[in-house]
């Protein structure tokens, strides 16, 4: 539930491999040209900011291009300037980095769960557009996607993850909350799409209904922002090995091997029947004909 889309898996994890080449060249450009990418990842629960997230970084050097994904602000940091803390994920020459929510949780969340006072918000109101106008100033390319999901979808994704406990984690107390006050968070991203929607930081709306079409959609608008080139190096011959010579190796059993529990017996003999719930030790089959032990 919540996953369906208009593609068959087969085509979109195709055309996600394509796509990823291009990320690595892109990356390749940011980092010999010494320039620094900021993304902006914002929307409803469940709109699937993470798992674009996910496609965009999977095939990155994680030196280079990195998530910063925030936690609740500690006591310390609610006595900082609001922006400090966002202030010091932003990245240095050659760097890409992509927000899991940003500084505009001030007119999101906070505004809508009281977390900050009016003066707070009205003051944030007044700051972020000249905020990003300095960043952009100083040479930072600042990209900010708004995920645009609708309520049917957004309730079978949140069914899913109770249902899922690998997906249970996503759901938060305040997921369950937010539920309550649609209509709140609603008015707050229209009236923050009017003072921050500017002209040289827009705001860009994915439509995240379909999650793999949305992936697609947005690695291929992300790409087309940056010009860059293809810097791939030539292809680089193997040197040969270093020569064994004197050294021997230590014996296997002086080292503290972990259990085999995979291949399962069943792997090996093709036999589902054979599946055992102990494989802390499993059981040593001979050689097959055609296949290596």
Not at 18 to 43: C, D, N, S
Not at 47 to 57: L, P, R, S
Request: glycine share 6%; charged share 35%.
């Amino acid at each position: 539930m919540g996953d369906k889309s208009a593609m068959k898996k087969k085509d979109y994890l195709d055309e996600l491999d394509r796509l990823t080449v291009e990320l690595v060249k892109l990356q390749e450009w940011v980092k010999a040209k010494g320039l620094r990418v900021v993304v902006l990842f914002e929307g409803r629960d469940a709109a699937g900011k993470g798992g674009v997230i996910k496609a965009i970084t999977s095939g990155l050097n994680p030196r280079n291009a990195r998530i910063a994904a925030l936690a609740a602000p500690t006591e310390k940091e609610r006595t900082q300037w609001y922006f400090q803390r966002y202030a010091s994920q932003l990245p240095s020459g050659g760097e890409m980095v992509f927000f899991d929510r940003s500084w505009y949780n001030r007119a999101g969340v906070e505004k809508v769960m009281g977390f900050c006072s009016e003066d707070e918000y009205r003051e944030f109101a007044r700051s972020v557009p000249e905020f990003e106008r300095m960043l952009i100033r100083s040479g930072i390319i600042l990209i900010k996607y708004w995920f645009s999901v609708s309520d049917e979808v957004q309730e079978e994704r949140f069914l899913d993850r109770l249902s899922d406990p690998a997906k249970r984690w996503k759901l938060s107390p305040m997921d369950m909350t937010a539920r309550s006050k649609w209509v709140d968070y609603s008015r707050a991203k229209d009236a923050m799409f009017e003072f921050s929607d500017t002209s040289d930081s827009p705001w860009l709306v994915v439509d995240a209904d379909d999650k793999y079409s949305a992936r697609l959609n947005v690695i291929t608008n992300f790409l087309a922002r940056i010009p860059y080139k293809d810097l791939t190096p030539e292809p680089i011959e193997l040197p040969p090995r270093q020569k064994v010579g004197k050294y021997v190796r230590p014996p296997i059993d002086s080292q503290k091997w972990i259990a085999k529990v995979y291949p399962r017996p069943e792997d090996l003999s093709g036999d589902a029947s054979a599946h055992s719930t102990d494989h802390a030790a499993p059981e040593k089959h001979g050689k097959k004909k055609g296949k290596k032990k």
